[in-house]
């Protein structure tokens, strides 16, 4: 039996690891439909939320990204990281997070994507309609 604080810190290495950063990658989108703020949603508001794929599913899914990007986001190329990061540096953290290219799809194989905090922040909730609208205004704008 250890102490809280050598228990900690031994949950916090492990956290810093490839295979436990993204177990608990796993578990959050797994669960996130039962926390509080989905509680008065819809089922079918919820299932744009739900984790679809099984533990080894989305294993299998890493192994692939890294294969196609290595340790780089899908979307910036700029390298990420299996480390845990402070709440202040979650928005610009270049750790890993798992995301949804279509937010109005849950999280299926097809639709999981494999970005940076700092992407994942910014992306949020944006459409694939919105990205073609924004880039037809550069275009036009011949930016």
């Keep these: 039996m250890q102490c809280k604080k050598c228990e900690s810190a031994a949950t916090s290495k492990y956290s810093n690891t490839e295979k436990g950063f993204l177990i608990r990658l796993y578990l959050r989108i797994n669960s996130r439909t039962k926390h509080q703020r989905f509680k008065g949603l819809s ?35 700029e390298i990420i990281v299996h480390k845990t990061t402070t709440k202040e540096l979650t928005n610009k953290s270049n750790s890993i997070s798992v995301d949804r290219l279509n937010p109005e799809i849950g999280y299926t194989k097809e639709n999981i994507i494999f970005v940076s905090n700092k992407v ?7 459409t694939k309609e919105l990205c073609v609208a924004i880039v037809k205004a550069h275009e036009e704008r011949g930016l």
């Design 43 to 77: 089922e079918k508001e919820k299932d744009k939320h739900r984790c679809y794929v099984t533990r080894e599913e989305f294993f299998n899914l890493w192994e692939e990204h890294k294969l196609k990007y290595g340790y780089k986001c899908a979307l910036t190329e």
């Design 120 to 126: 994942n922040n910014m992306k949020n909730a944006v």
